[in-house]
């Protein structure tokens, strides 16, 4: 069973990065720590090991299922993905294009260029996630 590697932590950390008060990230979402979501509210405090521990959970189920995909076979491909669900939600990802290129085999120039299709945040591009799907484009193909 494949998990997130130390080198994909670091760069989601770097991505998201800090924040020991809750903010409304670019999506208009509730956001404390290193990009947490789940059960934050405005009142919301962290410390950085807090964070980094709420980071380890959220990415708990990115990496069970994506274990039950025969596709995502390296790590390379399993660190692009917990990256990009990380950002974008397992919900976006199960719905995605990106996700039935990777069942049907598509080419990795193809599956590359799914993911720098995702750099919006209310129809705005983003530089951080134009930045960010590059970032996992290259993983993809490692």
Same mark, same amino acid.
């Given at each position: 069973m494949?998990k997130?590697?130390?080198k994909v932590?670091e760069k989601i $950390?770097?991505f998201?990065?800090?924040? *020991? !008060?809750? @903010? %409304?990230? +670019?999506? #208009?979402v509730?956001?404390?720590?290193?990009?947490?979501? $789940?059960?934050i509210?405005p !009142?919301t405090r962290c410390?950085r090991? /807090?964070?980094?521990q709420?980071?380890l959970r959220?990415?708990a189920?990115i990496? &069970?299922y994506? *274990?039950t995909i025969?596709?995502?076979n390296t790590q390379?491909?399993?660190? +692009?993905?917990?990256?990009?669900? @990380? *950002?974008l #939600?397992? #919900? *976006?990802? %199960?719905?995605?294009?990106?996700l039935r %290129?990777?069942?049907?085999? &598509?080419s990795? /120039?193809?599956i590359?260029?799914q993911f720098?299709r995702?750099? @919006?945040a209310?129809?705005?591009?983003l530089e951080?996630?134009?930045?960010r799907?590059?970032?996992?484009?290259?993983r993809?193909? /490692?």
């Amino acid at each position: 069973m494949m998990k997130a590697s130390d080198k994909v932590i670091e760069k989601i $950390k770097e991505f998201e990065g800090f924040s *020991n !008060t809750a @903010y %409304k990230c +670019a999506g #208009g979402v509730w956001t404390c720590g290193f990009g947490t979501t $789940k059960d934050i509210t405005p !009142t919301t405090r962290c410390t950085r090991s /807090e964070a980094e521990q709420w980071l380890l959970r959220d990415l708990a189920p990115i990496e &069970a299922y994506l *274990n039950t995909i025969p596709e995502v076979n390296t790590q390379g491909k399993f660190d +692009a993905l917990c990256s990009f669900i @990380y *950002n974008l #939600g397992m #919900g *976006n990802f %199960k719905s995605s294009t990106l996700l039935r %290129k990777i069942k049907e085999g &598509a080419s990795t /120039e193809d599956i590359q260029e799914q993911f720098r299709r995702w750099v @919006y945040a209310k129809r705005k591009v983003l530089e951080g996630l134009v930045k960010r799907r590059e970032w996992e484009a290259q993983r993809w193909a /490692e």
